[in-house]
Nanobody
Framework: QVQLVDSGGGLVQAGGSLRLSCAAS????????MGWFRQAPGKEREFVAA????????VYADSVKGRFTISRDNAKNTVALQMSSLKPEDTAVYYC????????????????WGQGTQVTVSS
C-alpha cells in the first residue's frame, strides 16, 4: 500500500498563494488517483481536487475552481496543489489521499491518507 507525506502548509494573507506537496512511497503510485481534501475545525473533511492516474483528467470543488491547480509527476511520485487567491475560508488542514480508481471526487473511495498540513489564511 502506498504511503503519503504531505508538506507545504503555512500562514498566508488573503489573496496570497501556497503550494502543497505530497510524496508517495511506492513506484506503483501511478496506479492511484490522487486527491486533496481539507478539514476545517468543527467541519467534515471535504473534497478539494483530484487528478487521474496518468494526469490527463482533473476535477475540482466549485469553491476552489479557477484558484487551485492540482498536478502530479509520476516519475517523482509526487502530487502538488497550487493554491492562489487564497481566502480566509480556505483555512483548514489539507490532506492528500490515494484511491485505487482512475479518478474520484468521492471521499469514501480514498483509502490512503497523508498526515495533513495546516493552511491558515489571515484576513
Amino acid at each position: 500500500q502506498v504511503q503519503l507525506v504531505d508538506s507545504g502548509g503555512g500562514l498566508v494573507q488573503a489573496g496570497g498563494s501556497l503550494r502543497l506537496s505530497c510524496a508517495a512511497s511506492r513506484r506503483t503510485y501511478g496506479m492511484y488517483a490522487m486527491g486533496w481534501f481539507r478539514q476545517a475545525p468543527g467541519k467534515e473533511r471535504e473534497f478539494v481536487a483530484a487528478i487521474s492516474r496518468n494526469g490527463d483528467s482533473t476535477v475540482y470543488a466549485d469553491s476552489v475552481k479557477g484558484r487551485f491547480t492540482i498536478s502530479r509527476d509520476n516519475a517523482k511520485n509526487t502530487v502538488a496543489l497550487q493554491m492562489s487567491s487564497l481566502k480566509p475560508e480556505d483555512t483548514a488542514v489539507y490532506y492528500c489521499a490515494a484511491a485505487r480508481v482512475y479518478l474520484s471526487a468521492t471521499r469514501m473511495e480514498y483509502d490512503t491518507w497523508g498526515q495533513g498540513t495546516q493552511v491558515t489564511v489571515s484576513s
